[in-house]
């Protein structure tokens, strides 16, 4: 159970979760027709040891009996983010803010124009790892990329205005599988801070399960449809919080931002990813997942 000030490594609580989006992304890039290529992902996996996302590494076929393919679900986030990111660069906005980075590596593996810089902003514990195993691989950064380690339910403006970032200029930013890890205050303090330093031509991507949710259907949910639990003995649904916030479009929305909203199917169906006919709880689930980019 979540409580206030917690904090984690990569092997535990939230920052576990990171552990299973790169296992889900590693095994979307071994796929023939994979939505991305991440081959970072799996060097996170193994230099963390967690036996049963290592074991999914080796042995993928408990996910493949699923209604929708877990790791194929990464690939349609990961490509939105990614995309997302490719845009504002092509526009012309070289500052980016990868909040809750985990074990995100696109400052490694994307193609940043000249002259950009990639804030990613998480707890220290989270970061450590991650540079210890690119250092290990002698991995290097394709951007000027600025590591912030903190908190962000803390004063994360200051240590990102420590590490550089200027208000004065467009910037992207992202919040990608973080806000139902956030408190309510700390959720709606995040669109806060992110629109007072945002300049104008900023850009930010959200990707969340839209208010009325009931995240504590995940469990049951994906224990009548999914025969192994793709984050193994842990029920991520756990960590979440549920108490009241604003919704990101409205809220986006009302404070001046131009916002275009997503489901998970329409994105499917750009990427050119069939989906099966899902059952009517998870189908109503695909149509929770939202996506959203906004410009001020």
């Known amino acids: 159970m979540r409580t206030d000030g917690d904090n984690w490594d990569i092997v535990s609580s939230v920052g576990r979760t990171a552990l299973g989006v790169a296992t889900f992304r590693a095994l979307e890039t071994a796929r023939p027709d994979a939505l991305i290529e991440d081959e970072f992902a799996r060097w996170f996996v193994e230099a963390a040891a967690d036996p049963h996302f290592v074991g999914l590494l080796a042995d993928p076929s408990p996910l493949e009996d699923t209604p929708f393919f877990f790791p194929g679900f990464m690939g349609i986030r990961t490509k939105f983010f990614d995309g997302f990111f490719l845009s504002?660069?092509?526009?012309?906005?070289s500052q980016a803010v990868i909040l809750a980075a985990g074990l995100d590596a696109?400052?490694?593996?994307?193609?940043?124009?000249a002259g950009a810089t990639v804030f990613e902003v998480d707890q220290s514990k989270v970061l450590e790892f991650k540079n210890?195993?690119?250092?290990?691989?002698?991995?290097h950064a394709k951007v000027d990329r600025r590591p912030v380690a903190v908190d962000l339910r803390d004063d994360w403006p200051a240590a990102l205005a420590g590490a550089g970032f200027d208000p004065g200029r467009p910037s992207a930013w992202s919040a990608e599988g973080l806000l139902p890890y956030l408190p309510g205050a700390a959720h709606d303090a995040l669109f806060e801070r992110i629109d007072g330093l945002s300049a104008p031509g900023s850009r930010l991507a959200v990707d969340g399960f839209g208010n009325g949710a009931d995240l504590?259907?995940?469990?049951?949910?994906?224990?009548?449809?999914f025969p192994v639990n793709p984050f193994g003995d842990m029920d991520v649904a756990e960590l979440f919080y549920e108490d009241e916030r604003a919704d990101p479009a409205v809220w986006l929305t009302g404070h001046g931002w131009s916002v275009?909203?997503?489901?998970?199917?329409e994105l499917a169906a750009d990427y050119g990813v069939p989906v099966?006919?899902?059952?009517?709880?998870?189908a109503d689930l695909t149509t929770r997942s939202t996506y959203?980019?906004?410009?001020?």
């Not at 504002?88 to 906005?93: D, H, L, N, S």
């Not at 469990?219 to 009548?224: G, L, S, T, V």
């Not at 099966?276 to 998870?282: N, Y």
């Not at 959203?292 to 001020?296: L, R």
């Open 88 to 93: 504002a660069a092509a526009a012309g906005v």
């Open 292 to 296: 959203v980019t906004a410009e001020k």
């Open 276 to 282: 099966p006919p899902l059952p009517e709880e998870l």
């Open 132 to 139: 210890e195993v690119l250092t290990e691989h002698g991995a």
């Open 260 to 265: 275009d909203p997503f489901t998970l199917l």
């Open 106 to 113: 696109r400052a490694y593996r994307l193609d940043w124009p």
């Open 216 to 225: 504590r259907r995940f469990e049951a949910i994906r224990e009548k449809y």
